[in-house]
Nanobody, 118 residues
Framework: QVQLVESGGGLVQPGGSLRLSCAVS????????MSWYRQAPGKERELAAT????????NYADSVKGRFTISRDKAENMVYLQMNSLKPEDTAVYYC???????????WGQGTQVTVSS
């Protein structure tokens, strides 16, 4: 059974930081690119950050570049999203995503709420 379980969301003040975690099980972790998506109220889900399998190359949405860092721990089958200098517009449900390198399989977590507000 494939499971992606996010944690680490919560309420934070503008300018603050949070680290999201995604525990992955049931797949061969190294065969999947890992991403964090987010969906704000009334908006479509958007890609925030991606990290590839081999080499760990990363890619970020322009809106989070320089503030967010995605990483993966191959030994623990974990993916992280370090979010710094948070802004109210970062408020969203954040989803962990695993996509097979061949593109034929994809899995989602249940999401974790991040709220940036004073």
């Amino acid at each position: 059974q494939v499971q992606l379980v996010e944690s680490g969301g919560g309420l934070v003040q503008p300018g603050g930081s949070l680290r999201l975690s995604c525990a992955v099980s049931g797949i061969i972790f190294n065969n999947y690119a890992m991403s964090w998506y987010r969906q704000a109220p009334g908006k479509e889900r958007e890609l925030a950050a991606t990290i590839t399998t081999v080499g760990g190359n990363t890619n970020y949405a322009d809106s989070v570049k320089g503030r967010f860092t995605i990483s993966r721990d191959k030994a623990e089958n974990m993916v992280y999203l370090q979010m710094n200098s948070l802004k109210p517009e970062d408020t969203a449900v954040y989803y962990c995503n695993a996509r097979h390198v061949w593109g034929n399989r994809e899995y989602w977590g249940q999401g974790t709420q991040v709220t940036v507000s004073s």
